[in-house]
Nanobody, 123 residues
Framework: VQLQASGGGLVQAGGSLRLSCAAS????????IGWFRQTPRKEREGISC????????YYADSMKGRFTISSDKSKNTVYLQMNNLNPGDTAVYYC?????????????????WGQGTQVTVSS
């Protein structure tokens, strides 16, 4: 299994970015993809996740309304649309996966991790 995260960059406050997580190596859709972020001063924080088999989603309370997770099964890719970004969103963003139906923001559940993509929001 491999996960390839991309789409990070530098954006001004109030701007938007769309992150992508391309997954490969899963034999079927019975897995879930989660998005996490981490800064040097904070523990890894769960943002959102999606169960690929049924499309159910989860969002951390602080992300609701600004971030949207979606998927394109034909491309085995999960997206995280991030709107109205602020400097507090600056972090390295990771996508992760585990074989299971239920979304969770518990990082310890995930077996596979992408390499991370840097998001920097300037004020």
């Amino acid at each position: 299994v491999q996960l390839q995260a991309s789409g990070g960059g530098l954006v001004q406050a109030g701007g938007s970015l769309r992150l992508s997580c391309a997954a490969s190596g899963f034999p079927n859709d019975d897995y879930s993809i989660g998005w996490f972020r981490q800064t040097p001063r904070k523990e890894r924080e769960g943002i959102s996740c999606m169960s690929i088999s049924d499309g159910s989603t989860y969002y951390a309370d602080s992300m609701k309304g600004r971030f949207t997770i979606s998927s394109d099964k034909s491309k085995n890719t999960v997206y995280l649309q991030m709107n109205n970004l602020n400097p507090g969103d600056t972090a390295v963003y990771y996508c992760a996966a585990y074989v299971g139906y239920f979304c969770s923001d518990y990082a310890g559940l995930y077996d596979y991790w992408g390499q991370g993509t840097q998001v920097t929001v300037s004020s």
